[in-house]
Structures are given as C-alpha cells and as structure tokens.
C-alpha cells in the first residue's frame, strides 16, 4: 500500500518540499513492489536510488539547520545517520535472502517517513516559523 500525501509534510523551503516529494515518489516505488513479482535486481536498484538521494537530501537539510543554529542539529543528525545505518542493515539481509526482510524493509521506510519527514523535519519548520527564517531560508540555496 502506498503512502499519502499529507500537507503537514510541506516545509515550505522549496528545495526541501522537492527533495522530500522525490523521497515520497522513491519510497513509494519500492512499496508498488510488493504487489508486482519480487524482482530483486529492481529492488536493489531502487534501494540504492534511495540511499543515494536520501544522503543528498540529509547533507541539504543539515546546511540549512546548522546555518540557522537550529536547537537540535545533533540529535536531528543522529537521526539522518540511523535512517542509513538501518537501511544499510536492511541491503544486506536482503543479500543474504533472509525471510521477510522485504515486507520488513517496507515498514520500515513508511514509519520512518511518517516520524522523520511528518514529526522530526516538522520541528524544525516549527523553529524557522517562530524566528522568521522560512524566508531567508528559501534564499540560502
Ligand atoms: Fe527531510
Ligand atoms: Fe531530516
């Protein structure tokens, strides 16, 4: 089952609202899996795409957040690096063709885009509202 769009997932930064889109686009292709034959090679490729954008996404969002001294930088870092560091896990049960790593993987990444892009990133939109930086911070990049 695919995820839905929510407005709550707007930041209203266009370079992240596109970023966190394609993310939303990318999770959801590994999702329409599940319903088509398992195609490992696809899998993979998919995966990587993910990773790939996920790590270029992360080192945006982090620019932005330490440029603008955001409270929780750290913490929201940690974050970025588990989502990596689990998803790189994953890839490798995968690899080694353990049962249920897949459907396993899947909730994985819709949880993770509900908690991380609809609650974590959600903060800090909340800080750059409060000190007046959604604007500037549309100019950065
Ligand atoms: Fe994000
Ligand atoms: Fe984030």
Known sequence: MRIGWKQTYETGISKIDEQHRRLFDMVNELLDQKTRSYNERQIFSLLNGLVKYAEEHFATEEKYLSY?????????????????????????K????????????LEFLKRWYFTH??????????YFVKHKLIHPAQELL
């Open 94 to 105: 995968l690899e080694d063709h353990q049962a249920n790593v897949f459907p396993q993987m």
């Open 68 to 92: 603008f001294k955001y409270p929780k930088f750290e913490e929201h870092t940690r974050q970025h690096l588990a989502f990596l560091q689990e998803i790189t896990k994953f890839a490798q």
């Open 117 to 126: 892009i609809g609650e974590s990133d959600r903060l800090y939109v909340e």
